[in-house]
């Protein structure tokens, strides 16, 4: 079973530039979940898919954060136009949808792929 | 707001000693889990325990949840080098709520 994948693992461009980030989840996976980590802080939530619906979207930064999920597969991040701030490893997790019948041993575990590191100049 | 703090948020020890690390949140849990990153990887889910557990084991991993405290420590034993890793918790206040992650713990085993 391939596992999450990310592209580009990194990613260097000037302030005011666009740079797009790409998520295929596992296979199946209707949870999706990006991920933001600056240096030495914390892994920071920034948004949850269910299949192609934005569930949560309160850890967005601003405006210029956008996230689509075409047809609840692959997802993508644009930054645009980037900041100095926006450095940091986004990372991309997936999950298979809790359904009732797994009652309480239902847990939401993610699978997370390697990261897309953005340098910001 | 973010919950999930790691305590120590680095850790240095000699190569089959144990090490310990903490986990304090905010408000509560359904679930908490521990995650481990190695430099230039994706996070690896390492042991999950539920808020009516107390202690979980896993190997060479021991998980403990006290809810009264709404803290939770991971004890590693007999520590290898390949353990060096960045260690997370994370929690969840609802089944199909997000996952919060906290700063973690850098965790150095020395030969």
């Known amino acids: 079973e391939a596992g999450v994948t990310q592209f580009p693992s990194h990613s260097v461009i000037e302030k005011g530039q666009t740079v797009t980030l790409r998520c295929d989840p596992i296979?199946?996976?209707?949870?999706l979940y990006w991920y933001r980590r600056v240096m030495g802080k914390e892994i920071k939530f920034l948004l949850h898919?269910?299949?192609?619906?934005?569930?949560?979207e309160s850890g967005m930064p601003n405006n210029r954060f956008l996230a689509e999920r075409t047809g609840g597969t692959y997802s993508t991040l644009k930054v645009q136009p980037a900041e100095l701030e926006d450095s940091g490893v986004y990372f991309c997790?997936?999950?298979?949808?809790?359904?009732?019948?797994?009652?309480?041993?239902?847990?939401?575990?993610?699978?997370f792929g390697a990261g897309s590191r953005l340098t910001v100049l | 707001s973010q919950q999930g703090e790691e305590d120590p948020q680095a850790l240095s020890i000699q190569e089959g000693e144990n090490a310990t690390m903490n986990c304090s949140y905010k408000?509560?849990?359904?679930?908490l889990q521990w995650y481990r990153q190695n430099s230039g990887r994706g996070l690896v889910h390492l042991i999950l325990?539920?808020?009516?557990?107390r202690e979980k084991h896993s190997g060479r991993l021991r998980v403990t949840l006290d809810t009264s405290k709404k803290s939770s420590s991971l004890l590693i034993t007999a520590s290898r080098a390949a353990d060096t890793a960045s260690y997370f918790c994370?929690?969840?206040?609802?089944?199909?709520?997000?996952?919060?992650f906290g700063k973690g713990t850098r965790l150095h085993i020395l030969p």
């Open positions: 997790a997936s999950s298979p949808r809790l359904v009732l019948s797994q009652g309480w041993s239902g847990a939401n575990v993610l699978t």
């Open positions: 296979s199946g996976h209707d949870n």
């Open positions: 898919f269910v299949k192609e619906s934005k569930q949560d």
């Open positions: 408000t509560s849990i359904n679930n």
């Open positions: 325990i539920r808020s009516n557990e």
């Open positions: 994370a929690t969840d206040a609802n089944r199909d709520d997000k996952i919060i």
